[in-house]
């Protein structure tokens, strides 16, 4: 797709610049051939690790999931396209939806936004899809350019977390039964919203389904972890359990029922309800969808689970495990 040659003139906004999709899509968007000075990158992370792309040109440019709509329309001012990635650091509809209206008032004339699989039900069961079918009504009705891509849970949730903790305790407990998700990588998510933001007048009113080329049970990728650590079939434990189970064993662990609110009133986004409800989703068939949308808007295949785990291999590395990472961990992991 060829290089729009007024880019430079219409400036991309990224939020969450500084997390691990927002740095992937950032930098495809650079091997893309687009202009750095085009890309306004927004980030609460610390300034150093957005240093390099600051000093290759990018406007680097600081916001907070507490900032007014004044404080981010003002941070978001001078972009014509935003990227919306979600914030995994409070209520996901409260900032999302001041960051929409924060985009309004900033004069955004299109935004892309990092949906779910699932949205697209009446009545969703995982409460992020909820989550997320709310923002995307939003934009329906607001007068603003837009394209969804909806993505399945990522691949990488499982070799980063669910992964090593099996390989770790040889035992994975669930409540996602037998139900098959479309797993998809982030990177190929992040390849298609970079493809997007390129030319996004291509794309208005669009909604992708962003999956991998296969839908798997969790059985199937715990079996490939197997294989490719030289495990006999059946070491890790598969442990399916209600969804009461499940809270009670998350609870167990520290994670919260509830979302909770710190003493810094910093809004935890990780909660046992949650976390069950897109297990509950999971078994229902609700993420089990398989589509060529990843093809179409890259122009080459999705990768594989086996491709990402071998990419990865996480059992090489010796890395801790977060709260969101206890027993399944399976709930759309940090962004």
């Known amino acids: 797709m060829p290089l729009d040659q007024d880019f430079d003139d219409k400036k991309v906004v990224i939020t969450g610049a500084g997390g691990e999709y927002g740095l992937l899509?950032?930098?495809?968007?650079?091997?893309?051939?687009?202009?750095?000075?085009?890309?306004?990158?927004?980030?609460?992370?610390?300034?150093?690790?957005?240093?390099?792309f600051a000093a290759r040109g990018c406007d680097v440019r600081c916001g907070r999931s507490n900032s007014s709509v004044d404080e981010l329309a003002a941070t978001f001012a001078g972009g014509q396209t935003l990227l919306l990635i979600p914030d995994t650091?409070?209520?996901?509809?409260e900032q999302e939806h001041k960051t929409i209206c924060a985009a309004l008032r900033a004069g955004i004339q299109h935004i892309v936004f990092i949906s779910i699989i699932g949205a697209e039900r009446d009545q969703p069961?995982?409460?992020?899809?909820?989550?997320?079918?709310?923002?995307e009504q939003r934009l329906f009705h607001e007068s603003m350019r837009w394209t969804?891509?909806?993505?399945?849970?990522?691949?990488?949730?499982?070799?980063?977390?669910v992964g090593p903790h099996a390989l770790r305790t040889r035992m994975c407990m669930c409540n996602i039964g037998d139900g098959r998700i479309g797993f998809v990588s982030r990177e190929d998510s992040a390849a298609c919203a970079a493809a997007i933001l390129e030319n996004p007048e291509l794309h208005h009113r669009r909604t992708y389904h962003l999956t991998g080329p296969e839908t798997l049970r969790l059985r199937d990728v715990l079996d490939?972890?197997?294989?490719?650590?030289?495990?006999?079939?059946?070491?890790?434990?598969?442990?399916?359990?209600?969804?009461?189970?499940?809270?009670?064993?998350?609870?167990?662990?520290?994670?919260?029922k509830e979302q909770a609110v710190g003493g810094d009133g910093h809004i935890g986004l990780?909660?046992?309800l949650d976390m069950v409800s897109f297990g509950r989703a999971c078994r229902l068939g609700e993420m089990a969808m398989m589509t060529d949308d990843v093809a179409l808007l890259t122009g080459r295949k999705p990768q594989s689970m086996r491709e990402v785990l071998l990419r990865r291999r996480p059992w090489k590395n010796d890395s801790a495990w977060g709260i969101e990472d206890v027993e399944l961990g399976l709930s759309r992991s940090c962004i």
Not at 125 to 135: I, N, W
Request: hydrophobic share 35%; charged share 30%; aromatic share 4%.
């Open 25 to 52: 899509t950032v930098t495809k968007l650079l091997a893309r051939g687009v202009r750095p000075s085009s890309l306004i990158l927004v980030t609460d992370k610390p300034q150093t690790i957005m240093d390099s």
């Open 89 to 93: 650091g409070g209520s996901r509809t």
């Open 125 to 135: 069961t995982a409460f992020v899809a909820r989550d997320s079918k709310a923002v």
């Open 148 to 161: 969804i891509l909806r993505d399945s849970q990522y691949s990488e949730t499982m070799s980063d977390s």
């Open 224 to 256: 490939m972890l197997e294989d490719l650590e030289g495990l006999e079939r059946g070491a890790i434990r598969h442990e399916v359990v209600c969804d009461d189970r499940m809270v009670e064993s998350l609870e167990s662990s520290g994670v919260p």
């Open 270 to 272: 990780f909660n046992s």
